[in-house]
């Protein structure tokens, strides 16, 4: 989750060390804009940063054998090729499992079919029986339904920069294929459909991510697509465990590697999510 940009403190200075382990964020309070008229006494004031305590209380590990007589007759480095696998389907988990939790932490008026705080009018989809009311995106479509996820976000006031937005890859080739695909709306006179990047679209940095499950109704998958503010929400992780040790049982060694994790959304008025299908 760190390539999202999101609040991730520093783990090192953290110590985090095991499961169930308590790290303290500080949080950035709103400033006090003022009127100003010339000779008056300026009002100070004292700015105070309340402190979120962000719960290391997930995990994930990995286990595997490494026979002795396996590993000599192999002709490749496997042992360091299985522990990279098991580095990225970690990654692949923990990444899944937050991208299916956040989305209900969104803020009330950045999602459903009457979002916006001021407008109340912006369709972001909701769940049903049957996908009817998640929204269909096509090429066609799928950057002006982008543009008023962005509208949901500045009605909250939110800063136009160091916005995201999670994309699975058919949603991504909706982009690619759309009108945007052409280099002279890219903007660096190189198509998208050449250089395989999307890049910004309405000050959202694009991410593109296999790990957003769907939702089926009926026959139809439904997806919820987190979109928002670095502010929103805060991830701490840390590999605490990554060994080898002697194999008890058989000729070789065992390795085993431990990542606990935390994270918590601090700011729900800073994302929000669409709930879309592919048309």
Same mark, same amino acid.
């Given at each position: ?127 049903? +029986?049957?996908?009817?009311? @998640?929204?269909? *995106?096509?090429?066609?479509? !799928? ?6 996820? %962005? $509208? ?78 670095? +502010?929103?929400?805060?991830? @701490?992780?840390? *590999?605490?465990?990554?060994? !080898? ?6 000729? %070789? $060694? ?26």
């Amino acid at each position: 989750m760190q390539e999202l940009g999101i609040n991730t403190p520093d783990v090192n200075k953290m110590e985090i060390t095991a499961y169930g382990d308590k790290v303290n964020i500080r949080t950035v309070p709103d400033i006090t804009i003022n009127d100003y008229e010339i000779g008056q006494d300026l009002s100070y004031q004292r700015p105070t940063s309340s402190n979120v305590e962000l719960l290391i209380n997930k995990g994930k590990y990995y286990a595997f054998h490494i026979n002795d007589v396996e590993k000599k007759q192999a002709d490749i480095e496997y042992v360091s090729r299985w522990a990279e696998d098991a580095s990225e389907q970690m990654k692949i988990s923990v990444d899944s499992g937050i991208l299916a939790d956040i989305p209900s932490d969104a803020g009330s008026d950045n999602y459903g079919e009457t979002a916006g705080k001021i407008s109340g009018n912006i369709d972001l989809g909701t769940t049903d +029986s049957d996908g009817s009311s @998640a929204v269909a *995106l096509s090429s066609s479509t !799928i950057v002006d339904k982008m543009v008023e996820c %962005g $509208q949901a976000l500045t009605e909250q006031d939110v800063p136009q920069t160091n916005r995201w937005f999670v994309l699975p890859a058919w949603a991504a080739t909706r982009i690619k294929t759309s009108e945007l695909s052409e280099a002279s709306y890219s903007g660096d006179g190189v198509s998208m459909l050449r250089n395989g990047r999307i890049g910004v679209i309405d000050n959202f940095e694009i991410f593109v991510s296999n790990n957003i499950s769907p939702t089926v109704e009926g026959s139809v998958s439904c997806f919820s697509l987190v979109f928002g503010h670095k +502010s929103a929400l805060t991830f @701490a992780s840390q *590999l605490v465990e990554n060994e !080898i040790i002697p194999n008890p049982n058989d000729f %070789g $060694q065992l390795s085993r590697g431990l990542q606990v994790y935390g994270y918590k959304v601090v700011k729900g008025e800073s994302m929000g999510h669409l709930y879309a299908k592919a048309a």
